[in-house]
């Protein structure tokens, strides 16, 4: 079993940065790939980026890429998402999830999520 707790959610204008986190709790962090997807009201929830267990490994939807980055700390049980240059578009709710598997859908664990809003 995995626990994800989000946070570093919140309001910023467009062009500006947030960085998220998500801290793991449980057994064998270090052994799971870990995603961000985020989902607007009444939409299904979307693909954002993923990271292998070791970080040697990413992988981005297109319409991040080049402004987010996804890295992990092992040692610490978290994953950030680094958010640069951001859109009114990015606005949604934040989901981190793991698995043990190489995946871009279908994990098996997720958090709560937190609210990103960027106004324009």
Known sequence: QVQLVESGGGLVQAGGSLRLSCAASGRSFGSYTMGWFRQDPGKDRDFVAAISWSGSR??????????????????????????????????????CAADPRWTIQDYDYWGQGTQVTVSS
């Open 58 to 95: 990413t992988f981005y939807v297109d319409s991040v890429k080049g402004r987010f980055t996804i890295s992990r700390d092992n040692a610490k049980n978290t994953v950030y998402l680094q958010m640069n240059s951001l859109k009114p578009e990015d606005t949604a709710v934040y989901y």
